[in-house]
C-alpha cells in the first residue's frame, strides 16, 4: 500500500529552547535561510507524501501563517519587482496539502501520534519529528518507504549513538536481516549504557500501520502524563514484526540550542550561496583565542 500521508508533530512545549521558544515555536526557528520544518515538509514531498497532517497547539499559529498564502506580502513584493522572493513565497504555500490538528493538552509524542487517527484512516503513514533534520542524497523517508515496500511492516529509522547519549533514546534489540535493516525483537525506552540491548537509537521517522492507533490507546500514561510512542511500539511489536532502518544521511539533533548551531553550520556548508564566506569565517575563528566571558559589571 502506498504511504500518501505524513504526521509532522509540531506542538511540543519546546523547553530545551527556552527562553527562545517562548513565544515562537521551536520549529519555526530559521536553520540557514529557512524555518526547521520546511526541511521536513520539502523531505515528506521528494518522497512521494501526498498529504500533510501537521499536529501544533497553542501558540503555534506561525507554523499555519507560514504555509499559508499571504496575499498583502505578494502585492508588496509586486510591486517592488522582487520577481524571485515572489516565486518563493508563492512556492512554499503551495508546497504540499498541509492540515492542521491541535493537540489540546501536550501529553507526549505519542498522544499527538494518537489524535491524527481521524485524518489518518485506516492506511500506513509517515511520522517526521521536525527538529530531527536528516541531510542526505535520497531523502530518509524515500529509503524508508523503500525499506516498507519491502517488509509491508512498520519501519523506524534508527542512528548509532554513543554510550554517554543513549539515554535520551528508544533503543532496539536488533536482528539483521540485511544490509542496514534489522528486525526489532524489543524496544526500551530510555535505557542506561549498561541496559541499552545495543547502539541503535530511534531518531524521528517512522512509518506506522494503522494498528498504531490501536496500540496507543492501550498504553497508560507514564511520567507527566505522558503517552511514549515506544510504549505504543512495544504493544504493537506483540502483533506485528517492526523493522529499524539505518538511513543513509546525516541527522541533526535541532531541537537544543547546541544541536541546533550544529544544524545550522552543517547545513550552511552545503549551501553555496553562504559556504564559501562561512568556510573563511570559520578559518578565522579557528585562530582566535577565545577567553570565557569575563565577570560582568553590576
Ligand atoms: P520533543 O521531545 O523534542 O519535545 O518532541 P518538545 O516539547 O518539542 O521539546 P522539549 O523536550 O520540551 O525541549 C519531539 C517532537 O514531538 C512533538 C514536538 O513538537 C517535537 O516536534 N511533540 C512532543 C508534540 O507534538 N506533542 C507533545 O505532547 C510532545
Request: aromatic letters at 8%.
Amino acid at each position: 500500500m502506498k504511504i500518501r500521508k505524513a504526521v509532522i508533530t509540531a506542538a511540543g512545549w519546546g523547553t530545551r529552547f527556552l527562553p527562545a521558544t517562548k513565544a515562537q515555536p521551536k520549529e519555526t526557528l530559521p536553520l540557514v535561510d529557512k524555518p526547521m520544518i520546511q526541511y521536513v515538509v520539502e523531505e515528506a514531498v521528494a518522497s512521494g507524501i501526498e498529504q500533510i497532517i501537521i499536529v501544533t497547539a497553542h501558540g503555534k499559529r506561525a507554523i499555519e501563517d507560514y504555509f499559508d498564502r499571504s496575499f498583502e506580502l505578494e502585492q508588496v513584493l509586486e510591486q517592488k519587482g522582487e520577481e524571485k522572493l515572489l516565486r518563493e513565497i508563492r512556492r512554499i504555500s503551495e508546497l504540499a496539502d498541509v492540515c492542521y490538528i491541535r493537540q489540546k493538552e501536550q501529553l507526549g509524542l505519542g498522544h499527538a501520534i494518537m489524535i491524527t487517527e481521524a485524518l489518518v484512516g485506516k492506511e500506513p503513514f509517515a511520522v517526521f519529528l521536525p527538529d530531527d533534520i536528516i541531510d542526505s542524497h535520497v531523502p530518509a523517508m524515500k529509503q524508508m518507504i523503500g525499506v516498507f515496500e519491502r517488509f509491508g511492516a512498520s519501519v523506524v529509522a534508527v542512528e548509532k549513538v554513543s554510550r554517554e547519549t543513549i539515554r535520551s533514546y528508544g533503543v532496539v534489540e536488533p536482528e539483521r536481516v540485511d544490509h542496514r535493516v534489522y528486525r526489532a525483537l524489543s524496544l526500551v525506552e530510555k535505557p542506561s549504557a549498561a541496559e541499552a540491548p545495543s547502539n541503535l537509537g530511534i531518531v524521528g521517522r517512522y512509518i506506522l500501520t494503522p494498528d498504531i492507533f490501536k496500540s496507543l490507546r492501550s498504553v497508560k500514561p507514564g511520567a507527566g502524563g505522558e503517552i511514549q510512542i515506544t510504549d505504543g511500539l512495544t504493544h504493537l511489536l506483540k502483533r506485528q514484526p517492526i523493522y529499524a532502518y539505518e538511513f543513509e544521511g546525516v541527522r541533526y539533533d535541532a531541537g537544543t540550542p547546541l544541536g541546533f548551531l550544529k544544524a545550522s553550520v552543517g547545513l550552511a556548508l552545503r549551501n553555496p550561496e553562504v559556504a564559501p564566506g562561512l568556510k573563511e569565517y570559520l578559518r578565522e575563528l579557528s585562530t582566535r583565542d577565545f577567553k570565557p566571558p569575563g565577570k560582568l559589571l553590576p
